[in-house]
């Protein structure tokens, strides 16, 4: 459980250094194409 929470505390750090040196743009239209392909295989 201690590792998890070092780890944990790690990768968010890393992440919040991350998005404010980068732009979010990438992951927003990832995000969006990846539900619109979701949505459709449902329904078909």
């Known amino acids: 459980m201690v590792t998890a929470f ?3 505390m790690f990768v968010i750090r890393l992440l ?3 998005i404010k040196t980068h ?6 239209w ?3 194409i990846l ?4 949505l ?3 329904w078909v």
């Open 23 to 28: 732009a979010f743009n990438i992951f927003g």
């Open 40 to 42: 459709i295989s449902f």
């Open 6 to 8: 070092i780890t944990s």
């Open 35 to 38: 539900g619109s392909i979701i």
């Open 30 to 32: 990832y995000r969006i």
């Open 16 to 18: 919040m250094g991350y």
